[in-house]
């Protein structure tokens, strides 16, 4: 029999406290529930297909950092960035951009610390992400 214990939840301690909908901006929210109409299945596929593609990112971000090369990155930084501000999560957008500018530059200084910072914030935007999943079924 499955169990479920009591520590299903334990993972969500005060050390790291659940993120809701409003972690994400919401001029841009209400931009893209208008703009599909109010139809809940496009946002939701639009959500899940952010969701699939953006490990494959962050994996090309790793990679990049264990080849050093600063360029893999920056590409990488690239492609999130755009689609992280088309979906409200800005300040995950900007750690991306700050990866992009030091691709351009060639430098991998301080890379490594904004991986770091894109990860714990990945997270965040997930929990975002699927909240507002939740809000619009």
């Known amino acids: 029999p499955m169990k479920f214990g ?4 334990s993972k969500n301690s005060s050390s790291n406290p659940q ?27 639009l ?13 090309a971000i790793d990679a990049g950092l264990a080849a050093s090369d600063p360029q893999v990155v920056g590409d990488a930084g690239h492609a999130l960035k ?14 991306c951009k700050d990866l992009e500018a030091l691709g351009r530059k060639n430098s991998l200084e301080g890379m490594a610390a904004i ?3 894109v990860k714990s914030e990945y997270q965040k935007v997930t929990q975002a992400l699927e909240a507002w999943k939740v809000s619009l079924s």
Not at 6 to 9: C, D, M
Not at 82 to 95: D, F, K, N, V
Request: glycine share 8%; aromatic share 4%; hydrophobic share 45%.
């Open 47 to 59: 959500i899940d297909t952010l969701l699939e593609s953006t490990p494959e990112q962050l994996d």
């Open 19 to 45: 993120v809701g909908l409003e972690y994400l901006d919401a001029n841009v929210r209400a931009e893209i529930e208008e703009m599909m109409d109010g139809e809940s299945d496009l946002i939701i596929d």
């Open 6 to 9: 009591g520590n299903l939840f």
């Open 82 to 95: 755009s689609a992280m501000a088309q979906m409200g999560a800005l300040t995950l957008s900007g750690l």
């Open 115 to 117: 991986n770091k910072q």
